[in-house]
């Protein structure tokens, strides 16, 4: 039978899941990365078990910006690398 409220939640997760295996692909190579997971695909993720993963995707996103960017004055500048071709 059709349910709206797990229709909405498994589109949530699929769009969750796109953009955070875009972030963990960013983060490899990082301390951080080895702790961060998808939400689960086959069941349903408790809220506890969303929130505690997208916590930790955003603690290691703090880690990566704090690690790659400078302040000069009040401005934060991210330090860009360009390959030298």
Do not use: C
Not at 10 to 34: C, F
Not at 46 to 59: G, R
């Amino acid at each position: 039978m059709f349910n709206p409220r797990e229709f909405r939640v498994r589109v949530i997760q699929a769009t969750s899941n796109r953009i955070m295996s875009r972030v963990k692909t960013l983060l490899e190579g990082y301390p951080t990365s080895e702790f961060l997971d998808l939400l689960d695909t086959v069941k349903l993720p408790t809220n506890s078990d969303a929130v505690l993963i997208v916590a930790q995707f955003k603690t290691a996103m703090d880690q990566y910006r704090t690690k790659n960017t400078t302040y000069q004055g009040r401005h934060q500048i991210w330090n860009v690398h360009k390959d030298e071709k």
